[in-house]
């Protein structure tokens, strides 16, 4: 420190010197030589304390930390200051010291460029509606809510339809999309193939976006999966989020490849990470992991074996299928008269039950017999039964009388085995005509098992089958069954949902009793409904024997309704491409 004479320290009296390091106190242990000579100021300049020649950063430290009444430091106090601003005066002029010892350090090393957008820019009036998307946050929740439309729910759609179009996102907006999609889970598909390359290039950079390496490979994020070399360099260096991204890679370009690289370090691999592996077979399940699989029926994880077994019963041609249609076809078969089904449950787990995925302990509740011939019928092959059971269709099946009050249980695991095996012909025999007398259906026994039968269907059906349902049911148990219904809902879909709610508002019922179906309803139902909805909003006379309010209530949700609806078109149309609309003309 450059003076014009020299400048003399003296320890204050009582300071106690030479102190070893506090522990815990941070940086290192530098002493600096005393100098001798004056210690005023320059003229026209305060007076700042200096460290005595014995005041190391330690000490300055540990007196901070401990307070100058239990620890005094060993630095002069100068007139018109009090000890504890000396101090900090002190470690000020001790930090310019330290940090101009330091020596630079050599520059990190610049990352890689992103890959280049080749994908053609947002429309202008799209990129101011997709920033205000971004900018928009949920509300508290609570209280009433107002009949502006809310843009957090409406964002997946947007970005679904900016996909079909092939739009690149903006730059400057890619930092909040990647914020979203960290926050909201059923963002992320659609929030990541619209980012683009530059999403994974960014997460690299960002812990907080490492979420994005475990999708699809896209631009140059990943290595090409014939480029064997880094391919295995990745797989054995890279973080796990990435190895997951690599296996997806090399498994969509060839599927052997991907088994054998996940075979290479299976062993060592930890359990969470080998379920994690393990689940990611699901996308392009086929006869040939059949092999690997049953290698990790015997894995020291249970929760792997169970994956293993629910993947191998998944391919209606493993052993392992046709090892459960032995056991399930020796406890269900058709009775003597041969006009009903008899079950005998299995009195017993043996090991090699066990060993193919099925869980010996029943949860609470649960007998274990049924809790053991459900896992069997529920991982045998659906076209099992046909042959088993004199010959009859599925739909002749599950309208066979069941004895001894099995039916629940058997039809429970049929509906289970047909999600599972993607079968449309028995879960249309579970379903059932929508407008059965029983909403459950032949075999279904609750919503949420008909939602996933209902999510087999194609697209169309699906919509007609719960468009007949609302008919017959209304709304009060139809909210589950729509959110499986693809957007936009179609017409007949649709026209059913507002008829519904239309004759709710007549009965006077409480309008937040359908509030999940009026959500629904404004992301779901196509916009050209619109003018339907427009005689809604007003506010009509209070029926006698309605809820109190509840006009003003329902008056509310439709102009709500409408205003979204209004929104979502205006979306779609800033989404043309410049002069499609001229073209349609």
Known sequence: MN????????????????????????????????????????????????????ATWEELVTSALLGTDRRRPPVAVPPGTDLPAALLDAAAVETVRRRAGLRPADAAELPEQAAPETRPPLPAAARRRLALLLADRPGSGGGRRSTAPDLTELLPQ??????????????????????????????????????????????????????????????????RAKDIDAVQRLWEEGLFAERVALLAAVRADDAEAARELLAATWSAERAEDRLMFLDSLRAGLS????????????????????TAAE??????????????????????????????????????????????????????????????????????????????????????ITALSVQDDWRPELHAAWCRAAVRQRDAVWA??????????????????????????????????????????????????AFQLLGVCT?????TLGRAVVDALNIARDAGSYPWSFSGVMGLAERCLDPTETSRLESL?????????????????????????????????????????????????
């Open 158 to 223: 947007w970005l679904a339809a900016a996909n079909d179009h092939g739009y690149a996102a903006p730059a400057e907006l890619l930092p909040a999309l990647l914020d979203a999609a960290r926050g909201r889970t059923d963002l992320r598909p659609q929030a990541l193939r619209f980012a683009g390359p530059r999403a994974l290039w960014l997460a690299r950079l960002n812990p907080d976006w490492k979420f994005a390496l475990r999708t699809s490979p896209g631009g140059n994020a990943l290595p």
């Open 287 to 306: 006869d040939g992991d059949e092999s690997f699989l049953e290698r990790a029926l015997s894995d020291r994880s249970r929760n792997v074996r169970a």
């Open 487 to 491: 957007l936009p809902w179609s017409g």
């Open 3 to 54: 003076a014009t004479g020299p400048i003399t320290t003296e320890p204050h009296p009582g300071a106690t010197g030479g102190s070893g390091p506090d522990p815990g106190t941070a940086g290192g242990s530098e002493s600096h030589p005393a100098t001798t000579g004056s210690a005023e100021p320059f003229p026209g300049t305060t007076a700042i304390a200096q460290p005595s020649p014995v």
């Open 311 to 396: 993947l191998l019963s998944a391919l209606p041609n493993s052993a392992l299928a046709a090892r459960m249609a032995d056991r399930a076809s020796s406890c269900v078969a058709m009775d003597q008269t041969r006009s009903g089904i008899t079950v005998e449950a299995p009195h017993a787990c043996d090991a090699a039950m066990e060993r193919d995925g099925v869980v010996s302990q029943a949860p609470s509740g649960r007998g274990q017999r049924a809790w053991w011939l459900g896992q069997l019928v529920e991982a045998t092959p659906l076209a099992t039964w046909p042959s088993r059971l004199g010959g009859r269709s599925p739909e002749e």
């Open 537 to 585: 909003t007003a506010i009509s006379d209070e029926p006698e024997d309605g809820a109190p309010g509840a006009v003003g209530y329902w008056a509310e949700a439709f102009q709500r309704l409408v205003g979204t609806l209004r929104l979502r078109a205006a979306m779609i149309a800033e989404l043309a491409p410049p002069g499609a609309a001229d073209m349609e003309a």
């Open 428 to 477: 249309r025999a579970l379903l059932g005509v929508p407008s059965a007398p029983e909403a459950g259906g032949p075999g279904a026994v609750s919503l949420a098992e008909r939602a996933k039968l209902l999510a087999v269907l194609p697209a169309a059906e699906r919509a007609g089958w719960v468009a007949g349902f609302i008919d017959a049911h209304g709304l009060s148990e």
